[in-house]
């Protein structure tokens, strides 16, 4: 079996990175992403192009016969 020295050193760094995320004075990021309008637009645009095309592609509901 061989041992990698370097894999030891990265899973050591990122064990520590871990733990020190939690830790009071952790640097805080926030999540907040910005699009711009122009991809908003577009992206809304898409969107209902696609649901259309959906609605036009659906299959009619099946016309069940109750029996009397």
Known sequence: MTYEPIAGILAVE?????????????????????????IANTRLKLAGSLRSVARWVEPSPAKVCQPS
């Open 14 to 38: 990122l064990a520590r990175r871990s733990a020190g995320s939690a830790r009071p004075d952790a640097p805080v990021v926030s999540d907040e992403r910005t699009r711009s309008p122009r």
